[in-house]
Nanobody, 125 residues
Framework: QVDLVESGGDSVQAGGSLRLSCAAS????????LGWYRQQPGQEREGVAVLASDGSTSYRDSVKGRFTISLDNTKTTLYLQMNSLKPEDTAVYYC???????????????????YGKGTQVTVSS
């Protein structure tokens, strides 16, 4: 079991920046996949960015060049730096984890085993 708690959600104007944080209840396994997902109003939850234990990342096209996923040295806090925010980034953002990921499967379009409760990000025009 991995408990994930997100923070950092806020209301900002278009063009602004936010950094989301996710605290994990335990250090991740050796072959992990961690990520950020979001659910926009009236939409299904979708992958935004993921980070594999080998350091590789995967981003959905709409956030490439604007969002950056990272992990602290203790491997218990995951971040999502969001720059140049757009109104269409408005969503509830969820931290997610798959503690034992098969190599090559850490991609934003795959699901995860654990999700946090989410944090609201609202971007106004």
């Amino acid at each position: 079991q991995v408990d994930l708690v997100e923070s950092g959600g806020d209301s900002v104007q278009a063009g602004g920046s936010l950094r989301l944080s996710c605290a994990a209840s335990r250090r991740t396994y050796i072959d992990y996949c961690l990520g950020w997902y979001r659910q926009q109003p009236g939409q299904e939850r979708e992958g935004v960015a993921v980070l594999a234990s080998d350091g590789s990342t995967s981003y959905r096209d709409s956030v490439k060049g604007r969002f950056t996923i990272s992990l602290d040295n203790t491997k218990t806090t995951l971040y999502l730096q969001m720059n140049s925010l757009k109104p269409e980034d408005t969503a509830v953002y969820y931290c997610a984890a798959r503690p034992e990921a098969v190599a090559g499967t850490c991609r934003y379009y795959y699901g995860m085993d654990y999700y946090g409760k989410g944090t609201q990000v609202t971007v106004s025009s």
